[in-house]
């Protein structure tokens, strides 16, 4: 026996004799190989790792000296990446490499021969085949008659899938390096099988040349030895100790809040509340169980409204970049299909495939969704259950999957005239779907584009301002989100529970009293906690203070603000104004246009107009007064 194979038996036997045993026993089963091990015990044969083929053969072969077995399964495990998917080429066929990945499509699960045995149609004479990294390979002569015709008679399958990869985003840089697509080929080997669209993997496999049908070329197919799901982690930021240290002096300083807030699309001035809480939503982390079993969602989901050219975008696309995993996309030109899940159908086999959308892929990160009032409003109900569940149900030509989608979503839109109208209500302004979505979303900000001329010069001179960059860099406001999500999940204090109480049921009772009050939901309550939770993250905290919550609480002030509602009139986001009251103001509209068209407009509202919008409408002196105001403005 040569050396390489004593020193693999030595290993196998030393490492793995309790699976050696069972094979021993049963016949079948599989050996986990610590590769990192392995090649620490053969670290002095160089040649055995460049040639992964051999290499691989070397330990079925010591299997079966120690074993005297041949069903039985070889798995690695603790490999070290080795490459970017975007690094694969042809100098790595045949060898053994691993990768992270991101599962963007997978097909039905097919039988596949391990074992098949085949007979001489002339001779009858029996020959064994086993699958080996090359597939199995048909004989090509008979040995007792010279027949080249066989039949393939009792063989083994396992089970085997196609699924398709792409590099994940790039929790270090915030950016996909690659959208490179390979196909996969999974085994029933593998030690985590249940994979669906959207899951990120670590892989080990072996790289081998597919030649595609009807065609000359060739593509790259992994046979996969173990594939695992990888937790929505940030591991991968590494800090030295000097950017720790950084973070946490930043946080004990009591400005992180309105530092980090600051970097929020620096070029843009203004927009302060709006800045606060899209970084606030960057702070909400995932999901959590309660006691009855149900989840909760933590996530913070916002929406955008404004005229074009007031800084959307922006916005998004600087939220999209700062973020350890964010994704922009602009539903101009997507579906939500693009945004959930799509079923396709393979080219190569005909089969229908799932391939995950960006709400999915983006899982445990921020979708900045631009423009979500393209998006017809009947395929945009459909993230109703990704808004409010993290989950995404799919059930077409066959399939039948559930996705994670544990994202917040920043979406943006534009009102359905060009501009935003104050005497309509959100409903009759943007096209989006129904109440039922918009309710979902815990922040709703209207941006109006005012003409003022001190705002528009201080605007143009921000812009022309050639330091547009951010107090902190991004790398280093990735690297603080990833802190604070992975080690502080606060806790709602008994103090800032009792706040949050006081002022839910204060503004219902106050509601009592309006004629037209709508008071704020429980849903409204539950985003408040969101909110504050959110902001004790921001400090490092593990418990919530008072101030947390009143900084929630403003926020929310501000954007109900920005809709034209006061507290008590919020609930019902559909309805920024009751129907009583558009009906009014449109009305007063009418009748002080006609009388302007009669009589110059002049600075000061005349006593004769207001009479009149007294009389008609049956109102008090000073009710007249304020509705003409609201008129003018």
């Keep these: 026996m040569n050396t390489p194979q004593k020193a693999m038996n030595k290993f196998l036997t ?9 094979i021993k026993k049963e016949g079948n089963g599989s050996v986990l190989i610590d590769y990192d091990k392995l090649i620490q015990c053969l670290s002095e044969f160089n040649d055995i790792e460049s040639d992964s083929l051999r290499f691989f053969e070397l330990i079925k072969k010591s299997m079966y ?15 070290n990446i080795s490459h970017e998917i975007s690094d694969i080429s042809s100098k790595d066929i045949n060898k053994l490499i691993s990768f992270k990945a991101q599962v963007t499509r997978t097909c039905e699960v097919y039988p596949e021969i391990c074992s098949a045995n085949f007979s001489c149609t002339k001779c009858i004479r029996l020959y064994n085949v086993h699958y080996n990294i090359n597939g199995i390979s048909w004989p090509q002569v008979c040995e007792d008659c010279g027949n080249k015709r066989f039949k393939l008679e009792n063989s083994v399958y396992k089970d085997a899938q196609l699924i398709y990869l792409e590099e994940p985003i790039d929790y270090s ?6 959208d490179i697509l390979k196909s996969i080929l999974v085994g029933n080997d593998v030690k985590d099988k249940n994979i669906s669209p959207g899951d990120e993997v670590n892989v080990i496999g072996f790289l081998k040349a597919e030649k595609i049908k009807n065609k000359e070329k060739h593509r790259f197919l992994i046979e996969i030895n173990n594939i695992e799901k990888v937790n929505i982690q940030y591991e991968n930021l590494i800090l030295t100790h000097d950017e720790e240290k950084k973070i946490l002096d930043l946080a004990e300083s009591g400005k992180a809040y309105e530092t980090l807030a600051k970097c929020v699309a620096p070029s843009i001035s203004g927009f302060k509340s709006i800045k606060k809480a899209t970084l606030l939503q960057q702070f909400g982390n995932g999901w959590f169980e309660s006691k009855d079993g149900s989840l909760k969602r933590e996530t913070i ?24 995993k964010g994704t922009y996309i602009s539903c101009n030109t997507a579906s939500s299909v693009g945004l959930t899940c799509a079923a ?8 229908w495939t799932a391939k995950a959308g960006a709400i999915p892929r983006t899982d445990g990160g921020t979708v900045c969704a631009d423009e979500l009032d393209k998006i017809d409003a009947k395929d945009l109900e459909k993230l109703n259950e990704a808004l409010e569940n993290g989950k995404i149900s799919f059930a077409k030509a066959g399939l039948l999957i559930n996705l994670n989608a544990r994202c917040s979503i920043l979406a943006s839109a534009n009102p359905k005239y060009g501009r935003i109208d104050i005497y309509k209500n959100l409903m009759e ?8 979505t918009l309710s979902r979303f815990d922040l709703t900000f209207l941006i109006k584009d005012l003409i003022d001329e001190e705002t528009d010069r201080k605007l143009l001179k921000e812009f022309n301002s050639e330091n547009k960059t ?13 802190f604070a999500l992975s080690y502080y999940n606060p806790k709602l204090s008994d103090d800032a529970n009792q706040f949050l109480m006081d002022f839910y049921i204060n503004a219902r009772q106050a509601a009592k009293d309006e004629e037209y009050g709508k008071p704020i939901t429980l849903r409204d309550f539950e985003g408040l906690v969101r909110l504050t939770k959110a902001r004790a993250r921001i400090d490092l905290k593990d418990m919530t203070t008072v101030q947390h919550a009143i900084d929630a609480i403003n926020l929310y002030k501000d954007s109900l603000e920005s809709l034209g509602l006061s507290v008590i009139e919020a609930g019902a986001i559909s309805n920024v104004k009751s129907e009583e009251d558009i009906a009014l103001l449109s009305a007063v509209k009418n009748l002080v246009q006609k009388y302007y068209e009669l009589n110059k407009k002049s600075s000061e509202i005349p006593e004769v107009l207001i009479k009149e919008v007294k009389m008609n409408f049956d109102l008090e002196y000073s009710e007249a007064l304020e509705l003409i105001k609201k008129v003018n403005q």
Excluded at 472 to 479: A, C, E, G, P
């Design 470 to 482: 951010p107090i902190l860099d991004y790398d280093f406001i990735r690297k603080y989100i990833a």
């Design 14 to 22: 030393k490492f793995h004799s309790d699976e050696i045993e069972e």
């Design 344 to 351: 396709e159908k393979n080219e190569m086999t005909g089969e």
């Design 173 to 178: 840089t915030g950016f996909k390096s690659s």
């Design 429 to 436: 302004q943007v096209e989006i779907a129904s109440s039922s």
């Design 301 to 324: 989901h916002i929406l955008l409204v404004g005229s074009p050219g007031v800084g959307k975008t922006q916005i998004l696309r600087s939220i999209s970049h700062m973020v350890p």
């Design 65 to 79: 000296d120690l074993t005297k077995k041949e069903e039985f399964s070889i798995i690695f495990k603790n490999m």
